[in-house]
């Protein structure tokens, strides 16, 4: 009976492997580098031991390796986790990539490699190992300590960096030779592939699986698991884009189930067996010669790698917050390349996008690292030592002020938490819309308008289309400050750069996004007309038709959103929220010495800086009362002032003006309880119905002059059961529309007979 040389080739590699981890386990190296040194034994390059003969099916199976290991890598990945790594493993991340991507470039353009080669060797270097640091973290008995969460928290933001290179360099496959349009159908490919995914993650899989599961076994389950995972791979080849991106997307999807533990459970013993044939393929590659030729940049780079990864890493947590231990500490964790990085080299070889000699230094500069790494970690406290040494006292003081040994528990409040899930739910929904709107008017506004007009001018209004669809989102995109933001730029000042790096790379998006047309329509490639044009965008976005725009399609949004909550609370017969539960109320005395002391309400903002309104002055000793000072009026010293706003908004308040809180917050509705007297010159609040007959109706409320023929505040918009709390002036007043209301007695109550009477 004849055997396939396949078999006889797994057979050599899988007892080979078996032999060589054992002892690397024995010895206490990492299995990765055993599996590549089985991989060497076994290659041509290595004539004296046994040869793998079929190297064209083992590279099949080191393909399907790289899908089953990326497809692990999804299951392991939600944005609950992204939101739970905090602040701190965000700044490191992207300071340590955008630094090895600059120091990794120019040290291969040092070497003499091309700009392709070096920007993926770049991009190589600022993956970390997390199989290595797991392994090294457990033989040192390291889990417990209060960096590695940081360290594990860096490389979840890394893995998703690899992510976005491996689509950056299957589209710069695809554009090598290609025009500028076929890039951008490439993109909205790519933008359909991801709805796709998005279509499937939220509706399609969680459903069959909850209404399936109860008939599936573990075998079952294990089919129908790897069934979704080779869809999504053949949909991501047929689209254009490589492999391990469709398994990820792929992971990621059954990530957002419940039974993601069981499926990992139960695929795991098929990426250990795919994912070790990857690693001996990578070890069959290493050609002695090429090590031996490129010996200098092998050294050059791993000093990079050690030195490099170390600086920006231990600078990312500096300035996150992190002490001067953890930071050091967590530097030397991350001073390796990996996995991640065989990934990637392995893709641009596949898709020609990098030359081959880079894969064999890249693996060599892997195995140099990761044996360096053990002694990397352990050296962390002698590191720290010799820099505590050589700092000045002033720079020491300057740490302790700024640091915080306990940084990472701060970190893990929930305001932190919501922060970072709302920042990633705006720029992932909103760039997503932008992104979508250039594809689309690139790829069917633009030919038809170079139909019937020459090309310089189509393209042109093409460009305005563009920008114009674009100033609708950029408004609520650049949100940058919000009650959240604030709550955190209050609490510590090492919250400070987190916050600038996240709300800069909002403002990265856009501007790359603004560069797409200019870049394929007139092959501009000056970022700073990018910027210029999205200065220009977000002036006009401010505008109050842009603005009444967005808010209305918002409103409709968020109504048909929560249509579904809303539906099930009248049906239970609970009420909405109201307002007058929402909203709270606070009073102050004016201290002598307050900076804000005969400064005009137009001056000092407080409702554009601090979300809240000033609906109530009482002044002096005479107790003379001021409803809803106009934009003249100023805070004299002892006068008693009443806020309103929401609670976190009027917590910031108390903070930003260094106010002492003596009395706990009252709902309005507790307020109206307890202090409304029967007088016209005291507070109130009335809720009035939009029946579609008044004068402003359909008017914004800047438009529809109700404070300044009632001299009332609207508090707050119902439409649809939706409340909307201190709405923009530029949100417009529809028919059954519920208006909350506030101003003193006397006008309120006037406004409120004359809207009972155009009821009736």
């Known amino acids: 009976m004849h055997i396939p040389v396949l078999i006889t080739d797994l057979t050599y590699m899988m007892l080979t492997a078996g032999i060589i981890t054992i002892l690397f386990k024995k010895i206490k190296q990492p299995l990765i580098l055993g599996y590549i040194l089985a991989g060497f034994l076994m290659s041509p390059y290595f004539p004296l031991f046994m040869t793998v ?98 360290v594990f928290g860096t490389l979840i933001v890394e893995d998703i960096v690899g992510i976005f290179m491996m689509i950056i360099l299957s589209t710069l496959s695809v554009s090598q030779n290609v025009s500028g349009g076929e890039v951008v159908g490439t993109l909205a490919l790519m ?80 990426k250990d067996v795919f994912g070790a044939v990857f690693f001996l393929s990578v070890g069959m590659m290493v050609d002695p010669a090429m090590l ?45 390349i990996g996995e991640f990085a065989f990934i990637i080299a392995s893709l641009g070889m596949s898709l020609g996008v990098t030359s081959d000699f880079l894969y064999p230094i890249v693996v060599a ?57 709302l920042y990633f739910t705006r720029l992932v929904v909103y760039g997503g819309l932008m992104l979508v709107i250039v594809i689309a008017c690139m790829q069917g506004l633009a030919p038809v308008l170079a139909a019937s007009l020459p090309e310089i001018p189509a393209r042109i209004i093409t460009c305005l289309v563009i920008y114009l669809g674009m100033a609708l989102f950029v408004r609520p995109m650049l949100a940058l400050h919000n009650n959240l933001f604030t709550a955190l730029w209050l609490k510590q000042n090492s919250f400070h750069l987190p916050l600038i790096v996240l709300n800069g790379l909002k403002l990265m998006a856009i501007t790359v996004i603004a560069m797409i047309p200019l870049w394929v329509f007139f092959e501009v490639h000056m970022a700073l007309l990018a910027l210029v044009i999205v200065a220009v965008l977000v002036a006009f976005s401010k505008t109050g038709f842009m603005a009444t725009a967005y808010l209305h399609m918002e409103t409709r949004f968020l109504r048909n959103f929560n249509e579904r909550i809303i539906a099930q609370e009248e049906r239970a017969g609970r009420h909405q929220t109201w307002l007058d539960e929402t909203l709270h109320l606070m009073s102050f005395t004016a201290p002598e010495d307050a900076d804000y002391l005969g400064v005009s309400m137009k001056d000092l903002r407080w409702g554009q800086r601090y979300n809240v309104y000033i609906v109530k002055i009482r ?40 106010l002492s809180q003596t009395k706990p917050l009252r709902t309005l509705k507790e307020f109206m309880a307890k202090d409304y007297p029967d007088e016209d010159n005291a507070l109130s609040v009335c809720v009035i119905k939009i029946y579609g007959d008044e004068e402003f109706a359909g008017k914004t409320i800047r438009q529809s002059g109700l404070r300044d023929k009632w001299d009332v505040l609207i508090l707050g918009v119902q439409k649809d059961g939706l409340p909307l709390i201190m709405p923009d002036p530029d949100l417009r007043l529809l028919k059954d529309d519920i208006l909350w209301v506030m101003g003193s007695n006397h006008n309120v109550g006037r406004m409120a007979a004359e809207f009972v009477n155009l009821a009736e």
């Open 365 to 421: 500069v892997s195995v140099v690292t990761t044996l360096t790494t053990p002694y990397c970690i352990k050296s962390s406290p002698l590191m720290v030592k010799l820099l505590e040494s050589r700092l000045s006292e002033k720079m020491k003081n300057k740490l302790d002020r700024y640091t915080s040994p306990q940084q990472q528990d701060e970190e893990k409040d929930t305001d932190w938490y919501d922060y970072i899930k």
């Open 191 to 270: 933008v359909l592939y991801l709805i796709i995914w998005l279509i499937l993650g939220i509706y399609l899989i969680p459903t069959f699986m909850n209404r399936t599961i109860q008939y599936m076994n573990d075998e079952m389950l294990t089919v129908v698991s790897i069934g979704v995972c080779f869809l999504m791979v053949l949909l991501a080849n047929w689209l254009g884009f490589s492999t391990a991106l469709g398994a990820f997307l792929a992971g990621s999807l059954l990530a957002g189930t419940s039974h993601v533990e069981r499926v990992e459970h139960l695929t795991k013993p098929l």
């Open 619 to 658: 002044h002096g000793e005479k107790q003379v009362q001021t409803i809803l000072p106009d934009s003249q009026q100023a805070i004299s010293a002892g006068d008693k002032v009443f806020v309103v706003g929401e609670e976190k908004a009027l917590m910031n308040f108390y903070a930003l003006t260094r």
């Open 292 to 336: 031996v030729k490129y010996v200098v940049p092998i050294l050059l780079l791993s000093v990079v790698t050690i030195v490099g990864k170390t600086f920006f890493s231990a600078l990312g947590m500096l300035l996150g917050g992190q002490d001067l231990e953890n930071s050091v500490s967590s530097g030397l964790s991350l001073a390796q």
């Open 53 to 150: 003969a079929d190297t064209e099916a083992i590279h099949t199976w080191s393909e399907i390796g790289i899908i089953f290991l990326m497809f692990h890598l999804g299951l392991e990945f939600n944005l609950h986790k992204l939101a739970q790594v905090g602040s701190t493993a965000i700044v490191t991340a992207i300071i340590e990539v955008i630094g090895m991507l600059t120091v990794g470039f120019g040290a291969g353009q040092l070497l003499g490699f091309n700009t392709m080669d070096s920007i993926v060797l770049g991009g190589m270097l600022s993956m970390s190992s997390t199989t290595v640091i797991i392994k090294v973290f457990d033989e040192l008995n390291l889990k417990g300590k209060k960096y590695t969460e940081m």
